[in-house]
């Protein structure tokens, strides 16, 4: 079997009756012609326990006419959801073969017990409308699908484009997607059919996702590594997206983690990401922020202090007052959240921000700073910004009871900033001992930074709560307003009596990731040459 090179590929989400309007659109049919139909027939093995799912691999057998192919796929998460890797071959019959997988990513890990327990878990039956572009050295095929996946008692209707970059600048792969949303509605898309599939299979709700960092390498390009970071964070945005259109409280959350890290790395590898789309790019992330902060603010304002508050006041009608007024407003943010990722505002950020990180100006700037550090490999990059960010927290840290609201919001993103590096580079330093000192320095900055970040909920909620006390509620008599004073008078003294003890846990947390020990690797200092003692003539 040979080996493939890794593919890179763009998926969009088209609704069925837009796949019509595209192809009878003048500027798409003026670029794509000559199609090719095909129905492809595809059945995907796997063992009962999911051992190739778990391993990150899928086996396929497709039908095509009366020809056969096995594929063998890594699957599309964090990192790998715009390039993965694939071997193909022709077979006979409808079952896998098995014969001569040693070169694939499968044959490690292909034991006779794996060997026997593969059986069909689900398939894809698929109208597949095919064309090809070329020019400009670069070949594209645009693949549209139409189709369903099937499980044994359930199925999901696919609608989808496929672009994929056989060879040439990945940019032109965003600038058809970009027209092709020009004409349609269409959303980049991070999950596969593969992966649809086993979630259709084990009926899978719609549910958060968290964060999976990529795996970096020494020796890699500090650029490469940036492309596998913000891949990893996009697909972590894109992937909750379908949970906060539901109002999910979590799904929210993992987006607006996703957005963190995001802008994380970008801080992190800004030495080398100094273009002109940068500045678009970073307002348009602050925007969505900005557009999800009301409703997280008031997600964990109903959790972690209207809940336990009124089990506490159970018989104070000023909390039950005061919990449907938060919880109209809630309503209203998880609304505005929702509409922020159906917008064609949010498909757009998704669509650019993707394309800078794969292919933007940052990426083949002849600048020479720029280049330099594009080109250094990672393991000194990430030592050189872990130090610096390590030093920077230890001073500023060190006064933690003594500084202003303000200088510890600064502290606090600064904490995460370094948390979030420490994460995205921890695989670049190998062995026992580095990953227990990162597992120590990340937990705790996670701590500092939680703790820091609850002193902020605080003054966030004592100020929606000062509201209420300065500006009584319309259509409620005086003794509902008072009741109501009342009720955020108790919730601003509970989160009063909270700072002290976050700053304690926060400064206890500063003083371990002070005391801890590096995980990386400083770039050894080339020595200057060490001057001979003056010589005079009486010691001659």
């Given at each position: 079997?040979?080996?493939?090179?890794?593919?890179?590929?763009?998926?969009?989400?088209?609704?069925?009756?837009?796949?019509?309007?595209?192809?009878?659109?003048?500027?798409?049919?003026?670029?794509?012609?000559?199609?090719?139909?095909?129905?492809?027939?595809?059945?995907?093995?796997?063992?009962?326990?999911?051992?190739?799912?778990?391993?990150?691999?899928?086996?396929?057998?497709?039908?095509?006419?009366?020809?056969?192919?096995?594929?063998?796929?890594?699957?599309?998460?964090?990192?790998?959801?715009?390039?993965?890797?694939?071997?193909?071959?022709?077979?006979?019959?409808?079952?896998?073969?098995?014969?001569?997988?040693?070169?694939?990513?499968?044959?490690?890990?292909?034991?006779?017990?794996?060997?026997?327990?593969?059986?069909?878990?689900?398939?894809?039956?698929?109208?597949?409308?095919?064309?090809?572009?070329?020019?400009?050295?670069?070949?594209?095929?645009?693949?549209?699908?139409?189709?369903?996946?099937?499980?044994?008692?359930?199925?999901?209707?696919?609608?989808?484009?496929?672009?994929?970059?056989?060879?040439?600048?990945?940019?032109?792969?965003f600038k058809i997607a970009r027209a092709i949303s020009d004409i349609v509605p269409a959303q980049l898309d991070v999950k596969s059919k593969s992966e649809r599939g086993y979630e259709l299979v084990e009926k899978t709700p719609v549910t958060a996702e968290k964060a999976c960092d990529p795996e970096l390498s020494a020796g890699m390009s500090a650029g490469r590594a940036f492309t596998l970071i913000g891949r990893a964070c996009l697909r972590h945005l894109v992937a909750n997206e379908p949970a906060t259109k539901i109002r999910d409280a979590e799904g929210l959350h993992q987006m607006r983690v996703a957005l963190r890290r995001l802008r994380a790395a970008i801080s992190v590898f800004s030495d080398m990401l100094r273009d002109d789309r940068i500045d678009t790019i970073k307002s348009e992330l602050r925007w969505l922020a900005r557009e999800f902060g009301p409703a997280r603010d008031l997600d964990t304002l109903f959790i972690e202090v209207l809940k336990p508050l009124r089990k506490q006041h159970a018989n104070e009608p000023g909390f039950v007052s005061i919990s449907k007024m938060f919880a109209r407003k809630r309503l209203k943010s998880h609304r505005q959240a929702q509409e922020a990722v159906q917008s064609a505002r949010f498909c757009t950020l998704v669509l650019d921000t993707a394309e800078w990180v794969e292919a933007g100006p940052w990426s083949w700037s002849e600048d020479p700073l720029m280049r330099a550090s594009r080109e250094m490999p990672i393991e000194i990059y990430a030592a050189n910004q872990l130090s610096r960010r390590r030093k920077k927290i230890t001073r500023r840290g060190a006064k933690i009871g003594n500084l202003s609201p303000e200088q510890l919001h600064r502290l606090r993103i600064q904490g995460k900033k370094a948390r979030y590096a420490a994460e995205f580079f921890s695989s670049v330093y190998q062995g026992k001992k580095s990953a227990k000192r990162s597992r120590n320095i990340i937990s705790s900055l996670m701590q500092m930074q939680n703790c820091l970040g609850g002193i902020n909920d605080v003054m966030t909620r004592k100020a929606l709560c000062a509201d209420i006390i300065a500006s009584p509620g319309r259509g409620l008599t005086a003794e509902q307003n008072r009741h109501r004073a009342f009720a955020a008078g108790l919730i601003i003294g509970d989160q009063q009596a909270q700072i002290q003890q976050l700053l304690d846990r926060a400064r206890k947390a500063h003083s371990r990731f002070a005391g801890a020990k590096i995980f990386w690797k400083l770039p050894r200092q080339p020595s200057a040459a060490v001057p001979s003692p003056p010589t005079s003539a009486g010691n001659a």
């Open positions: 079997m040979d080996s493939e090179p890794k593919e890179i590929e763009l998926k969009l989400r088209v609704a069925p009756e837009d796949i019509a309007v595209l192809r009878n659109h003048p500027d798409f049919a003026g670029v794509f012609h000559d199609p090719t139909h095909e129905t492809l027939n595809s059945v995907y093995f796997d063992s009962g326990d999911r051992f190739l799912r778990d391993h990150g691999l899928t086996l396929r057998v497709r039908h095509i006419g009366d020809k056969s192919v096995q594929t063998i796929k890594t699957a599309n998460i964090g990192s790998n959801c715009f390039e993965r890797s694939q071997w193909e071959q022709a077979i006979e019959g409808d079952q896998p073969d098995l014969t001569r997988v040693m070169d694939t990513a499968l044959g490690p890990i292909l034991t006779d017990d794996v060997r026997n327990t593969l059986k069909p878990v689900f398939e894809t039956r698929i109208e597949r409308t095919a064309y090809h572009l070329n020019g400009n050295d670069t070949a594209i095929a645009m693949a549209i699908d139409e189709g369903q996946i099937v499980a044994p008692d359930a199925s999901c209707p696919v609608s989808e484009i496929e672009l994929e970059l056989k060879h040439g600048n990945p940019a032109e792969l």
